[in-house]
């Protein structure tokens, strides 16, 4: 009944998700309990340390891990797998070093069985927005690192999915690029009134993208927070040498320094179990 | 002036190597003929560097060297079609069925290693003293490095495609073959490749041990006939061939894979 009416004014919703898995040194829950909605057109992100299960949840919504407890649903429906209504962008390079930029582009229109030339031209219309018109018949290999994840960013696009799931698309790059895509994202989100759910470890991003941030807990993965953030749109990355920006990182630093704290001893922790059982 | 004296040294560094490389063997073929000349070397085990050079016209002109070449070719042709077929596709098939890759993987790592060349008396049974014990013989030998490779391409491939391919909910065939396979390809070329070198060498052995076919029978007939200049003429030919069809196979590689 809660689910229901969540989903009345919402497109996505998560709805207690827990993830256990079962390793060597016994169960570990990734995610406990954690329930959010995200409104048609939002800009969503969830942050958290490292280990906290953000990238477990990415999955979960992403329909790409089956064992988990609770409901996700698009639109009202309840999903249980991949679904057409939600465009992926994953953090390790994904695009197909077989195909050129437009063929990459191009790829989720030709399973439609749109034809050559029709799919074509609209696949250009996505890589002119991403910004890589002049590429259109380059490899991937032929491209940096940031308009490789670009071209990835504008094959999702081009399934045209109800809601942008990013799994820290900007992680491997550098700050400068990482702003200056960030940019591009948002031109994008604001031009399409795109629903996008960011997965994100960078405070800045999160906050210069956002319109609501979900800070998790370091492990078991639990809602903190979510703080709405409330700067003008649109933004550009301009806005990081506001005060209001700096204030809501700060904020969001302060919630998330105990919950990295944690994680950094836990991890040394663990190191230190496994040099003594290996002694 | 700076830039000129740079691009100078550039192209100085990429020709020394190959000029390094093709002194050496001048200089080696020189001492051979010198060591045979002042009768270090017995004539008559090794002929001298010379001698063989002027074999090869013979080759040509009295052995029919050509159309045995165009024998030999067609039977490697022959084996590597079957090869690239049959290996892609049993590769394909154990790698999709985990039972069947961990029953088999082992063995067809072996049989790589078994000297097949040793049961061509049990395929000239089978196939009789013709063309199709060649082929076979070629086919066999090549056939593990193709399985293999193409389970070591398949099973390589990145998670982050397969999940691509999850996320546009791609069937299980579309997954194969908009993912999975063009994602193995780069990996299946080494394998077809070191695979058609093995045929080529069981080839031409075979051909040499049933005294049938192209350039293995040539070898075998001159050797026979104690001409060993025209012998090693012939062997210095195949190398030739083998060292061509080497460099065909990488430049068609290079040619078929995009830049990665």
Redesign the interface.
């Known amino acids: 009944m809660a689910l229901a009416q969540a989903s009345a004014d919402a497109i996505l919703v998560a709805d207690d998700i827990f993830v256990q898995f079962n390793t060597p040194e016994g169960p570990i829950t990734a995610v406990d309990n954690v329930s959010f909605k995200v409104r048609p057109s939002e800009f969503f992100s969830v942050i958290g340390p490292s280990g906290c299960g953000k990238s477990t949840l990415f999955n979960v919504i ?3 891990l089956g064992q988990h407890q609770g409901v996700v649903s698009v639109g009202g429906e309840t999903i249980s ?4 209504s ?3 962008v ?1 953090q ?3 695009t ?5 930029v437009v063929d990459n582009v191009a ?2 229109l030709e ?1 439609v069985g749109m034809p050559k030339g029709k799919r074509a031209e609209r696949a250009r219309h996505f890589i002119r927005m991403v910004g890589l018109d002049g590429f259109e018949n380059r ?4 491209l940096s690192g940031g308009m490789r994840q670009r071209v990835s960013l504008a094959r999702t696009l081009a ?1 045209e999915p109800k809601i942008l799931l990013m799994d820290e698309p900007f992680a491997a790059l550098d700050e400068q690029t990482r702003l200056l895509l960030g940019d591009k994202v948002l031109q994008i989100q604001q031009q399409l009134k795109q629903t996008t759910l960011l997965i994100t470890h960078n405070i800045t991003e999160a906050v210069q993208m956002s319109d609501r941030i979900l800070v998790m807990t370091y492990r078991p993965g639990k809602v903190k927070r979510i703080v709405d953030i409330d700067l003008p749109r649109p933004r550009t990355s301009e806005i990081v040498s506001s005060e209001a920006f700096g204030r809501y990182v700060a904020q969001i630093w302060n919630d998330l320094r105990e919950e990295a704290n944690r994680g950094m001893r836990d991890e040394e922790k663990h190191m230190l179990n496994q040099d003594e059982r290996t002694a | 002036m700076t830039l000129v004296v740079a691009h100078t040294r550039r192209s100085y560094r990429s020709y020394a190597a190959p000029m390094v490389g093709l002194g050496s063997f001048i200089a080696f073929v020189l001492l051979v003929e010198v060591l045979i000349r002042i009768g270090a070397l017995n004539r008559f085990i090794i002929p001298a560097p010379s001698e063989i050079i002027a074999s090869f016209g013979r080759l040509f002109l009295e052995e029919n060297i050509v159309q045995r070449f165009i024998f030999t070719a067609a039977e490697c042709i022959a084996a590597g079609v079957m090869v690239t077929v049959c290996g892609v596709t049993i590769g394909v098939v154990m790698q999709r069925f985990s039972l069947l890759q961990r029953a088999c993987e082992t063995w067809v790592a072996a049989f790589a290693s078994a000297p097949l060349v040793l049961a061509y008396p049990l395929f000239m049974v089978i196939f009789g003293r013709n063309a199709w014990t060649i082929i076979m013989m070629g086919f066999f030998s090549a056939l593990p490095p193709v399985i293999l490779k193409t389970i070591e391409g398949i099973s390589g491939t990145r998670k982050v495609l397969v999940n691509v391919g999850r996320s546009f909910n791609l069937t299980g065939t579309q997954q194969f073959w908009k993912i999975l396979f063009p994602a193995a390809l780069p990996t299946i070329f080494v394998g077809v490749r070191l695979g058609l070198i093995f045929a080529l060498i069981n080839i031409v052995g075979t051909e040499f041990l049933i005294n049938f076919g192209g350039l293995g029978q040539l070898i075998n007939d001159l050797a026979e006939r104690y001409d060993l200049a025209g012998t090693y003429a012939a062997i210095c030919f195949v190398i030739l061939v083998s060292v061509l069809f080497f460099i065909v196979l990488e430049k068609a590689e290079r040619w078929l894979r995009p830049v990665d």
């Open positions: 992403g329909g790409l797998g991949p679904h057409k939600i465009g992926m994953f390790e390079e994904s197909f070093p077989w195909r050129t790829f989720p399973l490899y991937p290999g032929e399934s």
